[in-house]
């Protein structure tokens, strides 16, 4: 039975893992759905850009058409292809004054049911197309750059996500670890309150005080665990790891904080949505581009080769050719101004929006500076309180040891000591939220070697 038991535990031990922020990332990030659904798109958006280059390339067909009929036009049309026509075919046969040109002729009108077969091989390209082809393709180009963009957008907010489930899982933990110290010292407060009764120090009230509020810790530490639980299994659903089980040190992100002047010109250099709204700005200019190419006159060609004939056959008596080149010019459409003209006002809807971006991210920067000053001042203050609160906790089990003080007394001062301890671990992990949130504004990774 013993072995039973230890290979269990070795078998959980082999299976249950103790990851790090860095580790968590890096299977997030390799595992993630969403991105591998956005490198999709990328992939996609090429695969377009590369369909006009096969359009200019042209496109080469080969076809092989049957029919049988006996409509006289299409009889006498394909006699003519297969260069078959005879006379009677005109209906000759039937003409006997040359003076009567009212006969209409059976051979002509009502020719027998025939058989024709046309294999040919084409090639149509188009030669000009008023530049509309070469700013499609400038405006794919922009497309394909902006869904790389938006991959590396949505890494940085799935950085940040991992970061804070991460440490919410740390921060669990933290209050989960906090409890069972305090869970200890309350035992020893009842076992001290237990002795006093025996000696006749204390009422029994002072020891159903203390027990009750040792069932209080118990019910919190069960909470406290359940929910270091459920932010462990947050952290699997991120990572597609079924095996962790435990997390390490809180992840702070520190960089060096020059003026906000200057964060805001590396913000704007840096996001990803003020490079994306630029690639938008650059694709409504091409819009208009694209409009203008309907007042050019398009030019095309159409090259042919084949045979035709009743039957299938590759006779050179039967081959044709037939190399056209046409063009067309529209002279008037008035929907051609209307097309121009919205796309002028979509390219000044995006130099407006470009310009709201960069306003809201000033603004957004601003509000994350100010939040994160608090927050680094709140929790100096919270270190102070937790400190002076220890303090006064181990003054009441002495002041209570000498009985100069209730039961009621020493356990508000313990709550006291273990509210500031929570708040504590709190404003830790806001901090560590406010210094990856101002990261994420300044359009960083969570990890520089993770560009």
């Not at 069972?180 to 029994?204: C, D, M, P, R």
């Not at 509020?213 to 406290?224: K, P």
């Not at 000053?373 to 929790?379: M, P």
């Amino acid at each position: 039975m013993h072995k039973i038991y230890l290979s269990l535990i070795l078998a959980t031990m082999t299976y249950a893992q103790s990851v790090n922020f860095d580790e968590v990332l890096e299977q997030t990030l390799k595992n993630s759905k969403d991105l591998q659904q956005q490198q999709l798109n990328i992939d996609s958006s090429k695969l377009d850009s590369q369909m006009i280059d096969s359009i200019n390339y042209g496109k080469l067909a080969i076809t092989e058409e049957f029919s049988r009929t006996n409509h006289a036009g299409y009889v006498f049309n394909s006699k003519l292809s297969s260069r078959e026509a005879t006379f009677r075919d005109f209906g000759f046969a039937q003409v006997g004054d040359m003076s009567n040109f009212d006969i209409q002729p059976v051979d002509l009108n009502y020719p027998d049911a025939r058989n024709n077969f046309n294999t040919k091989i084409t090639y149509d390209i188009p030669l000009f197309t008023g530049f509309k082809l070469s700013n499609q393709k400038d405006i794919l180009k922009l497309q394909e750059k902006a869904n790389e963009l938006k991959y590396n957008l949505d890494k940085k907010t799935l950085e940040l996500e991992v970061l804070k489930a991460y440490n919410s899982a740390v921060v669990a933990k933290d209050f989960v670890q906090a409890l069972e110290k305090g869970k200890i010292a309350v035992s020893k407060i009842v076992e001290g309150a237990n002795a006093f009764h025996k000696e006749g120090f204390v009422t029994k009230i002072d020891v159903n005080e203390a027990k009750v509020y040792e069932l209080n810790i118990n019910a919190s530490l069960i909470e406290a665990k359940n929910n270091f639980q459920l932010a462990l299994a947050y952290l699997r659903f991120l990572s597609s790891n079924d095996e962790i089980n435990d997390v390490q040190e809180l992840e702070n992100r520190y960089f060096h904080f020059p003026n906000e002047k200057e964060l805001y010109k590396k913000a704007l250099e840096n996001r990803d949505e003020v490079k994306m709204q630029d690639i938008q700005v650059n694709a409504t200019k091409k819009s208009i581009e694209i409009a203008k190419s309907a007042y050019y006159p398009t030019v095309y060609s159409h090259l042919e080769y084949g045979y035709n004939d009743n039957k299938l056959t590759l006779d050179d008596d039967k081959d044709y050719y037939m190399a056209l080149v046409g063009i067309s010019l529209t002279l008037f459409d008035g929907t051609r101004d209307i097309e121009k003209e919205k796309s002028k006002i979509e390219y000044a809807k995006a130099t407006l929006n470009q310009e709201k971006l960069k306003d809201a991210i000033k603004l957004e920067l601003k509000k994350a500076i100010l939040d994160l000053e608090a927050k680094d001042a709140i929790l100096k203050e919270k270190v102070e309180a937790k400190n002076l609160a220890s303090n006064v906790l181990e003054q009441a089990k002495l002041q209570y040891k000498n009985r100069l003080i209730s039961m009621t007394t020493l356990l508000s001062q313990e709550a006291n000591f273990r509210k500031n301890e929570s708040m504590l671990i709190q404003a830790r992990y806001e901090k560590s939220l406010a210094l990856a949130n101002i990261n994420l504004i300044l359009g960083q990774n969570i990890k520089e070697e993770n560009n």
